[in-house]
């Protein structure tokens, strides 16, 4: 079975705090994705990575950077947490070598900016 | 025009009912089709893959239609435990997510 874990389940932090997500996966998988998930506007990709020390901006890239240093390892990282960043974090992932791209998510992380 | 698009709902319906859910997509180029379930302040499941000659598990049927870019679900027998929201995924390695619909099955 396909593991994703994710540092936090519940996370406060104040306004121009400094924030790490951290993601971990356990299967080897190439590709990893960090969303964002806000009532009535669905899941909205951050970033993704194809690869270790790769990253690509998703639809919402602002506010955020990531870090992938090693395979398994995916981190989202708030460089000064604001308000409008307060929301429900998932990261995810999924493997190239199949016949699809179905992606395993973690059980995310609810962050609230004071 | 959003990437994909669903039906919000709610669909309210009866133990027993069969309901079906439609999503439309955009980008000619996708590759990858899936319903994705997710419960309240829980994260997505995969449900199920969805391929042109469409596929069924169990009580549930997917079917993709890629010359009018739709792609649906059925659920026959609903059962309570089928209350859920589901999404509609499409893409290639990066995948797009709709907002989902949601599923209420009374008793």
């Known amino acids: 079975d396909v593991k994703v874990t994710q540092s936090s389940r519940y996370l406060v932090k104040r306004t121009g705090e400094k924030v790490f997500l951290e993601c971990v996966q356990d299967m080897d998988h190439e590709n990893m994705f960090w969303y964002r998930q806000d009532p009535g506007l669905g899941l909205r990709l951050i970033y993704f990575s194809y690869d270790v020390k790769m990253k690509e901006k998703g639809d919402i890239p602002e506010g955020y950077s990531v870090s992938r240093e090693k395979k398994e390892r995916f981190s989202l990282i708030l460089e000064s947490a604001s308000t409008n960043q307060t929301s429900m974090y998932l990261c995810?992932?999924?493997?190239?070598?199949?016949?699809?791209?179905?992606?395993?998510f973690g059980p995310g992380t609810r962050l609230t900016v004071t | 025009r959003k990437e994909v698009e669903q039906d919000p709902g709610p669909f309210n319906v009866p133990e027993g009912a069969t309901v079906a859910f439609n999503c439309t997509y955009s980008?000619?180029?996708?590759?990858?089709f899936f319903w994705y379930r997710q419960d309240c302040r829980k994260e997505p499941k995969l449900l199920m893959s969805?391929?042109?000659s469409g596929n069924e598990d169990g009580r549930f049927t997917a079917q993709l239609n890629r010359a009018s870019q739709y792609i649906s679900l059925l659920i026959r027998d609903s059962k309570l435990s089928d209350s859920a929201t589901y999404l509609c995924v499409v893409g290639r390695r990066a995948l797009t997510f709709g907002s989902g619909t949601r599923l209420q099955v009374q008793p």
């Open positions: 980008n000619s180029a996708s590759q990858s």
């Open positions: 969805v391929y042109s």
């Open positions: 995810a992932s999924s493997d190239t070598r199949g016949q699809g791209y179905e992606q395993y």
